[in-house]
């Protein structure tokens, strides 16, 4: 008996624009969380021709100043959803005073972040860390400490404007970056233009300068579009109010614990190579760079899930809020699927970008394998904690990620590395245990709000 499609025509169409909308908003996202990743790349490499030193210093000055930007950021994500949700109900007079709300938050957190990256030396010294190098990477956490605060700010607009679905901004003024932070480190780095050589000290005042680029770029596109005049975010000031920061403080905290919880079991894994060897930490180093570019593309399209999600369930349509969702999940799977093909299909033509040496390689493909496999859940456990933070749902995600990564992960790592013959890649499986564990629950607990126990629809 021959089965009619006609009546799965409609869906389809609806999922295939679905998917349309949120690509057209992602894909933005996506190459503006690219080129912010090739700074850090940029500034490596060029470090890294100046000196070992300064490469130590900026590799060491990077592992302090990531987790409080990350941390700072991941709050921050809190202004996405609460404004993505407003702007989908159409409360304007509430979207220009959040975002009011979040500066005064970001100078909450920036001006400790500045306080902690100026007295940094003892932490580094702690660690035992070669005196030089401490050093050196505390006058880089000096230098970058002055970007901290524009950097929250720049953070905050991005947010609010990523909220009202205007994507573009970022990846332009991404490139402004990265335009200026080659610039920078030239001049500054290697002392041209008469400025004196900073080496790695140079390259912390490039990375403020940046910051402070960037933040006016945005400040100046959000202050001038006119569609942006309805909000009247710059039509008042106020001072601090309790209210809207709590809000921002009860869903953005969680998410900030949570991203530095996923950071940390990576970088916990890397210290944990280091003792297996420098051959395992460079096949390590390949092969978690390659996996960190592919994931920025998940995550870069996770910013339009929660959009999407939050804008939609602010309509007060929890039903079309589960469907943007699924189709969201679908396509950052879909996306990293495709990445963990090619990792499968092509490993020795990609090692090859970073090395030639043959026992390197043949390390580097056998991690590269395993990369390929959590490909799939990096793709479900990123887009499942955006869409649920389209929902304003961020305390259980946050202790899936506990459970996930720090009872699940690092365990796993730990035993099957070191008490096994599987060696490095007894790593790499904890953390697809890990991610795995988060990708399945992140899923279920959006199945759960949103089909079992559907949550309240915002006011």
């Known amino acids: 008996m021959k ?55 900026v590799a060491v000055g990077s592992s302090v100043l990531m987790p409080v930007i990350m941390f700072g950021s991941g709050v921050l994500m809190a202004l996405t959803a609460i404004v993505a949700q407003d702007y989908g109900a159409g409360r304007t007079d ?28 003892p932490i580094l010294l702690f660690m035992e860390i070669e005196e030089a190098t401490s050093l050196l990477a505390s006058g880089y956490l000096d230098a970058a400490s002055w970007g901290l605060l524009p950097m929250f700010f720049y953070f905050a607009f991005k947010q609010f404007n990523e909220a009202v679905s205007v994507t573009r901004p970022a990846m332009y003024f991404a490139v402004v970056g990265l335009l200026f932070n080659i610039s920078g480190n030239y001049v500054l780095m290697y002392g041209k233009l008469g400025f004196p050589a900073l080496g790695a000290i140079g390259t912390g005042y490039a990375t403020a300068i940046v910051a402070w680029v960037m933040c006016f770029c945005m400040l100046v596109y959000t202050w001038r579009k006119p569609s942006f005049k309805p909000y009247a975010i710059f039509s008042t000031i106020r001072l601090p109010d309790w209210h809207h920061i709590r809000e921002m403080l009860k869903i953005g905290l969680p998410i900030g614990v949570s991203i530095t919880m996923e950071v940390t079991m990576f970088a916990i894994v890397s210290l944990l190579m280091g003792a297996l060897g420098t051959m395992a930490v460079a096949a390590h180093q390949i092969a978690l ?14 910013s339009a899930v929660t959009v999407r999600v939050g804008q939609t369930y602010g309509r007060k349509t929890i039903r079309d809020a589960r469907f943007v969702g699924y189709v969201g999940v679908g396509l950052a799977t879909m996306i990293m699927c495709t990445t963990a093909v090619l990792m499968f299909t092509f490993p020795e033509l990609i090692i090859s970008i970073y090395t030639g040496d043959a026992e390197l390689t043949e390390m580097a493909v056998s991690l590269l394998f395993m990369a390929a496999i959590f490909q799939i859940s990096d793709g479900l456990q990123v887009s499942g904690s955006a869409a649920l933070r389209g929902l304003k749902d961020t305390r259980v995600p946050m202790y ?10 690092l365990p796993t790592a730990w035993y099957l590395g070191y008490h096994t013959a599987l060696g490095p890649r007894g790593l790499w499986i904890g953390l697809i245990a890990g991610l795995t564990v988060a990708a399945i629950l992140h899923n279920v607990r959006f199945y759960y709000l949103t089909t079992i126990k559907p949550r309240s629809i915002p006011d």
Do not use: H
Not at 289 to 302: E, Q, R, Y
């Open 400 to 409: 899936v990620n506990l459970l996930a990564y720090w009872v699940v992960g």
């Open 289 to 302: 760079n390659f996996s960190s570019i592919t994931f920025m593309i998940a995550f870069g399209l996770s």
């Open 94 to 121: 509430l979207i220009g005073r959040n975002v009011r709300q979040a500066l005064w938050l970001c100078a909450a957190l920036g001006i400790p972040g500045i306080l902690f990256l100026r007295n940094a030396k």
């Open 3 to 57: 089965v009619s499609t006609e009546k799965f025509r409609p869906f389809s169409r609806l999922v295939k624009r679905e998917a349309g909308t949120t690509l057209g908003l992602g894909l933005p996202l996506v190459a503006a969380s690219l080129l912010q990743m090739s700074m850090s790349f940029v500034d490596t490499v060029m470090a890294g021709n100046l000196s070992t030193l300064d490469l130590a210093a």
